[in-house]
């Protein structure tokens, strides 16, 4: 009932910069949290950085200091600004939604991914 989607991924060089979009769409009343995972082939997901609705940030701290995170609520969508990528910054990037439908049912919503390859 909340559809995610994300842009913005692709190939860029050691020390560019990338951002990533995701849009939330349906049957939405609020939205608490809204973040970015990152997953690398043969390793687990991990968070990536985290944003509620209060505005309040945090980061990995792998990315602290070179992501920012942030959100345009009149949009329902959430941004991943990344900067001085590096190699093992390579992975696929998923957001994930949470917050409560107009039914007030709670969701927690996933996007489909998107990759970022960064070049040495």
Known sequence: QVQLVESGGGLVQA???LRLSC??????FSINSMAWYRQAPGKQRELVARIY???TPNYADSVKGRFTISRDNTKNTVYLQM??????????????VDGRLSTGARYDSWGQGTQVTVSS
């Open 15 to 17: 020390g560019g910069s």
């Open 23 to 28: 849009a939330a769409s349906g049957n939405i």
């Open 53 to 55: 609705s209060g505005g």
């Open 83 to 96: 900067n001085s990528l590096n190699s093992g910054d390579t992975a696929v990037y998923y957001c994930d």
